[in-house]
């Protein structure tokens, strides 16, 4: 039987060949485990096999988890990766140690003004609709440096960098395209802003070429911990 331990291990060693692909170091890419609808014993295990970034969509359960486990698991670091409405950012302002789903003023602003002053500030990236979908989240490219500066004005925010989702597709070219792209958009903001480090994006289905294309942490669940 595979465990989760295993599957960790082989999601690391696929990061890793294709870190060595491209001639980058695999220590300059994170792993995130996205643990949405997976029950905390996932979590643990995954946890005791070294895996420190757990990645939620969901606001409430999110909450749960990070409740249950925040005394036996102090050292686990929450990334918030899903859409999120403005009357439940106050749940991800204070529990979450990072929301990769920034994409409106608004939700920045109230992020901001309900991070508890007893907490560091919530590291945060901002979403890019770089398939330009209408199905899907995310500022226009034109868009993002307004809402960095935005961002970078916020004292309880710290910018971390950007987060995207590729058009679903088979098609590697166009979703190389649309990584390529956002990676450019990165490259300005470092430029501007040093607290930026981070380009999240790729999942287990396209993280070869998001690893290819400068991306820095991927957000592997099913391959971790089973089919949902």
């Known amino acids: 039987m595979t465990t989760i331990a295993d599957r960790l291990s082989i999601a690391q060693s696929r990061i890793n060949q294709a870190a060595q692909n491209c001639s980058r170091l695999p220590s300059d890419i994170s792993l995130l485990a996205v643990s949405k609808t997976k029950p905390i014993n996932d979590i643990i295990a995954a946890y005791e096999a070294g895996q420190r970034q757990f990645g939620e969509n969901y606001v409430q359960e999110g909450e749960t988890k990070i409740t249950a486990l925040a005394a036996d698991y102090p050292d686990i670091e929450w990334h918030f990766i899903g859409p999120l409405q403005s009357n439940k950012t106050k749940i991800v302002a204070e529990h979450f140690d ?131």
């Open 98 to 228: 990072w929301m990769h789903t920034v994409s409106r003023d608004k939700i920045a602003q109230r992020l901001n003004d309900q991070r508890p002053d007893s907490k560091l500030p919530l590291n945060v990236c901002i979403q890019v609709n770089i398939s330009q979908e209408d199905s899907k989240s995310g500022v226009d490219a034109n868009q993002v440096a307004t809402l960095a500066l935005t961002i970078s004005q916020l004292p309880n925010l710290t910018l971390r960098g950007l987060m995207a989702i590729p058009t679903a597709t088979d098609n590697t070219q166009l979703q190389q395209q649309e990584f390529a792209n956002l990676k450019v958009l990165y490259d300005q903001l470092k430029l501007q802003y040093p607290s930026i480090d981070t380009l999240s994006m790729g999942m287990s289905g396209d993280m070869d070429i998001a690893i290819a294309n400068g991306s820095t942490m991927v957000r592997i669940g099913s391959a971790i911990f089973g089919e949902r």
